[in-house]
């Protein structure tokens, strides 16, 4: 509850900061649907040339689309907002002041800061996965629906872990700006399925930058490539990599030592 | 005038290797994009032979040459001037009694695309080997007829950044704007996938554009694959749109500087 409580006022804080800028929240909303349609152009324009891609059909990859566009957000609307004070706040000193008060230290640094126009990503994503599935015939069972939401969340958790650990570092390596560019350069791999991309490729999108966890394996799961231990393999990852990141960012906690007082 | 170019290289040449760090991260982020684009047409072309006549080592060929060509004409003015414009630091550079972006930004643009290509090398050898590419079709002379393709690529695309840069005068903020060029640039340079592949419309517009000048043209001169009569041609177009955006540059710069009210400085 009292989580709960806290959630909102952040969200007050953040939407209160979107008011401030409302032209620009119009314009970011414009520019993010000119990358939809960019995104439809290019798979219209891939299966001008082809029937399917690797063995997934259009309506499959437009799902595929919609679970990265989740993924996107994730990233776009807590993620890099959070990071950007994060990395501040160690470099002056200010998290002392985040670590003083009685919450828990993890959750205050992963959403004080919001991007609210994002919330729009969660429509339009939503929107991208029903009409993939109904394209590509609907023909998924329940329990292809069940694994493949519970797999979209858990892989948002591994991405999240992957954060923790990423900005947990900077207690080690005091100059360490670009702690989450990796994740945002690799991100843009999230849009095509992973099985179609070369060895060395999967290897870095499925185990050091776990992207095609939070993005691919909940489609397959959805397409029925994926029988009940896999999907319980999965959400067992994503569970491990959780405590792991909370584990590390405790020692980070306990490594700090203040920039300022 | 030569001296003060070589003292500005100097300068951003020393700018640019503080940040080396960021610089290798700009790299990978860079490119993700081609790469993916690269699997996805190699499994089609392997699935099916070969994609409008394209096989698959067309398409490791071509993207690989895009990934050093793009570097070569790529511009980043737009993230060098909009915010001395914002914030009014553009007035120091004013008052100096050279051209601000036909000396500073032109010379920082070099020193990035200089420092970003060395960091390019290696990578692009590593994916040499993993993709195995066939380039016996590259000679000598289909290099050589590239270069100027790839100068004026880069000439045509740094006046055109400058001068979309340069409504920031007017609109204070350009990154809406920015984003939006950028979209037409990936569309119609050839830098998602061949224009071969493109809908009819598209290939009709991109050879009256300036854009294919920056990706798609030198590519297919390198790999020698454009018949000299549209060689001939795509180099005329390049030409007029070189003028035109001289003409575009000129004209806003000196509007925008009468306009200029140095915000926030």
């Known amino acids: 509850m009292y989580i709960l409580r806290l959630l909102s006022a952040f969200f007050k804080v953040n939407v209160q900061m979107m008011l401030a800028y409302r032209a620009d929240t119009i314009v970011n909303i414009l520019i993010n649907l000119m990358w939809l349609g960019w995104e439809l152009l290019s798979l219209n324009i891939i299966f001008h040339n082809t029937t399917n891609l690797g063995g997934w059909s259009l309506g499959e990859l437009i799902a595929l689309l919609g679970v990265f566009r989740l993924v996107n957000m994730l990233v776009a609307g807590l993620i890099w907002p959070n990071t950007e004070k994060f990395n501040a706040s160690v470099r002056d000193g200010s998290l002392d002041y985040t670590l003083l008060q009685p919450v828990n230290s993890l959750f205050q640094v992963s959403f004080s800061r919001m991007v609210i126009w994002r919330v729009w990503d969660l429509a339009l994503g939503a929107g991208l996965i029903i009409i993939g599935i109904r394209m590509s015939g609907g023909g998924a069972t329940p329990f292809n629906l069940v694994s493949f939401l519970f797999l979209t969340v858990s892989g948002a958790m591994v991405i999240y872990s992957l954060w923790i650990v990423l900005i947990a570092a900077t207690f080690w390596f005091i100059k360490f700006d670009n702690n989450v560019t990796i994740l945002q350069a690799l991100l843009d791999s999230g849009r095509y399925p992973a099985t179609i991309y070369p060895g060395w490729l999967r290897l870095i999108v499925t185990f050091v930058v776990p992207i095609a966890l939070a993005t691919t394996v909940p489609l397959q799961a959805l397409r029925g490539d994926l029988n009940g231990w896999q999907v319980l393999l999965f959400l067992g990852v994503s569970g491990a990599s959780f405590l792991v990141a909370s584990r590390v960012w405790k020692a980070g906690i306990k490594k700090y030592s203040g920039a300022s007082s | 005038m030569l001296h003060i170019y070589r003292r500005l290289w100097q300068v951003n040449w020393a700018e640019q290797w503080q940040y080396r760090a960021n610089l290798l991260m700009y790299l990978l982020y860079w490119l993700v994009s081609p790469v993916v684009y690269l699997a996805v047409w190699i499994t089609v072309a392997n699935s099916q032979g070969s994609v409008n006549g394209l096989t698959a080592n067309d398409f490791v060929t071509y993207y690989l040459t895009l990934l050093i060509v793009v570097q070569l004409t790529s511009d980043i003015t737009i993230h060098l001037l909009a915010s001395k414009i914002q914030d009014g630091t553009l007035s120091g550079d004013l008052l100096r009694p050279i051209h601000p972006i036909l000396t500073n930004i032109l010379v920082n643009n070099i020193a990035f695309k200089a420092l970003t ?34 100068v004026l690529g880069f000439t045509t695309g740094f006046l055109l950044g400058s001068t979309l840069t340069c409504l920031a005068f007017w609109t204070t903020r350009v990154y809406a704007i920015g984003e939006f060029y950028t979209a037409l640039v990936i569309l119609f340079s050839g830098q998602f996938v061949p224009l071969q592949l493109m809908p009819p419309t598209i290939q009709r517009l991109a050879e009256f554009l300036p854009f294919q000048m920056f990706c798609y043209v030198p590519i297919e001169i390198i790999l020698n694959q454009m018949p000299p009569e549209v060689m001939v041609r795509n180099y005329a177009v390049g030409v007029v749109w070189l003028i035109i955006s001289m003409f575009l540059f000129n004209w806003v710069w000196r509007e925008g500087v009468k306009r200029f009210s140095a915000v926030g400085a």
Request: glycine content about 2%; proline content about 9%; some cysteine.
């Open chain 2, 117 to 150: 290509f060395i960091g390019l090398i290696p990578i692009w050898l590593i994916l040499c080997l993993l993709f195995h590419p066939d380039f016996s079709s590259v000679t000598f002379s289909s290099l050589l007829l590239a270069t100027p393709a790839i």
